[in-house]
């Protein structure tokens, strides 16, 4: 493996912009989460609820999508 092949694997290879810097009520945000909780009976610790917490909808685009 060569340099140039570490580099495109890391995503450091190339300058493609900046993005977007978005403000986020973190007050709002919780709210909205702790409510689709408790609308899907998720309880702290399942799969699900770090599904939930967790998931960075701005970085990958990766949301809950509920239960199964």
Do not use: H, Q
Not at 21 to 44: C, D, F, G, V, W
């Amino acid at each position: 493996m060569n340099i140039e092949r570490l580099k495109e694997l890391a995503g450091v290879n190339e300058f493609k912009g900046y993005t977007e810097y978005t403000l986020e009520n973190m007050s709002k945000t919780a709210n909205e989460l702790k409510k689709k909780e408790k609308e899907n009976n998720i309880k702290p610790g399942d799969k699900e609820w770090f599904e939930l917490w967790f998931s960075k909808p701005y970085m990958t685009g990766a949301t809950f999508r509920g239960r199964k």
